[in-house]
């Protein structure tokens, strides 16, 4: 079964602080690792997202870590501030017939203290 | 970026009635949509893809006959609980795609709360 094993669970940091966020894939098929963040009964949202040819993206205060070889990517974020308290969920997903499902990690609350 | 409109954003039923979510890609065409369940603190799991104009592919564990998902034209697919029970109380999330390979992007969500 193809999965996203995602750590830590959850995450207390102090405002200005960085909050990382690991997952690991099993399949070496996919070739597009998104992020996401949800807010308390709202859907997910695209926060970034990287291809495997680049081994890192940042946008703003975001940057995504990707290592292929370990099959290991990462959310960094920088300065972290309270309205950043959120659910971040990393997924993963590969070209195929059956149409470009994402496979999801279990998802990482972050609260990030004033 | 992309807009996808989920109504209703909550929904209160009695135990056997139907309910019907609609998901609205409000400006670009979906070629695919899907269709999400999430309990309380939990990740979300994919219940169906629904192409354009073909029938659903359900996940396995779905049942095809209770959630009756419609994909009727670009820019709107439906999810149907048929003969709700209070155990089908959940969030359910669709999310939108305009091409293979593109991005999906996801609408607010629905809950929906069986009496």
Not at chain 1, 19 to 37: K, L, V
């Amino acid at each position: 079964q193809q999965q996203v094993k995602q750590s830590p669970q959850s995450l207390i940091v102090q405002k200005g602080g960085i909050s990382i966020i690991n997952c690991a894939y099993e399949n070496t098929a996919f070739d597009y690792f998104p992020w996401y963040q949800q807010f308390p009964g709202k859907g997910p949202a695209l926060l970034i997202a990287i291809r495997p040819d680049v081994s890192e993206k940042k946008e703003g205060r975001f940057t995504i870590s990707f290592n292929k070889s370990a099959k290991q990517f990462s959310l960094h974020i920088m300065d972290s501030q309270p309205g950043d308290s959120a659910t971040y969920f990393c997924a993963a997903t590969y070209s195929s017939a059956a149409g470009n499902k994402l496979t999801f990690g279990g998802g990482t609350r972050v609260l990030v203290k004033p | 970026g992309a807009v996808v409109s989920q109504h209703p954003s909550w929904v209160i039923c009695k135990s056997g009635t139907s309910v019907k979510i609609e998901c609205r890609s409000l400006d670009f065409q979906a070629t695919t949509m899907f269709w999400y369940r999430q309990f309380p603190k939990q990740s979300l799991m994919l219940m169906a893809t629904s192409n354009e104009g073909s029938k659903a592919t359900y996940e396995q564990g779905v049942e095809k006959d209770k959630f009756l998902i419609n994909h009727a034209s670009l820019t709107l697919s439906t999810l149907t609980v048929t003969s709700a029970h209070p155990e089908d109380s959940s969030f359910y999330i669709c999310s939108a795609r305009g091409s293979a390979g593109g991005t999906q992007y996801f609408g607010p969500g629905t809950r929906l709360t069986v009496l």
